[in-house]
């Protein structure tokens, strides 16, 4: 029987925003095929993530990080319906976890805001980053910023917030479509990407950190009665 996630995934009325693509013939549509081949081989996911011999680091983190941001809006897509200004009037990850937005436009102090409006802005944002020749060259041999990683982990972070933000508060649609493993192994391919360049800080990751973080499965949010929900420290 066919997966109704993937179905989602593949209707382009679903999906958040278009996909952005790699130009065929270009070294990152290569080093795209070659990550996207070490995946479908099965290939454990710690030794996948790794840089391949010969390679430069930054268009191995390129490639990635505009993969992340395909399959995270996709995955979002899915549950954008049930993610509304009344189901998540804040953007959280449960009671604990509260995530403000700052930019350097309209939100120039960090700003409590509804989840599907942090989710846009968001996708708005990063959408602009990657899409900016001056922090993701295209062409052969123009060379990276000095700053390149430092943008990068701005937003690995930002992006892992849609992680928490999903398996806290829409894991019950996830299941529902049958997803869970789909949905674990996206976010486990995520997670050891990070870890292996040290693109996020740790404290970040704990929201979702378990006893076993390769085992880590859809749940409920934590009974958290006692506890008020904390604004992150690297929130914005």
Known sequence: MSNPFLKQVFNKDKTFRPKRKFEPGTQRFEL???AQASLNAGLDLRLAVQLPPGEDLNDWVAVH????FNRVNLIYGTI??????????????????EYR????QRYRKP?????PRYMDLLMDWIEVQINNEDIFPTNVGTPFPKTFLQAVR???SRLFRVFVHVYIHHFD????????AHVNTCYKHFYFFVTEFSLIDPKELEPLEGDDITDVSLRAPPSCQDLGRQLCAACV
């Open 32 to 34: 795209h095929k070659r």
């Open 154 to 156: 701005k937003i690995l």
């Open 173 to 180: 649609r996830i299941a529902q479509m049958g997803s869970e």
């Open 111 to 115: 700003t409590a805001l509804s989840a």
């Open 80 to 97: 954008s319906d049930g993610c509304t200004e009344q189901s998540c009037p804040v953007m959280s990850g449960g009671p604990k976890y």
């Open 101 to 104: 937005w700052q930019d350097d």
């Open 65 to 68: 990080v505009v993969d992340f």
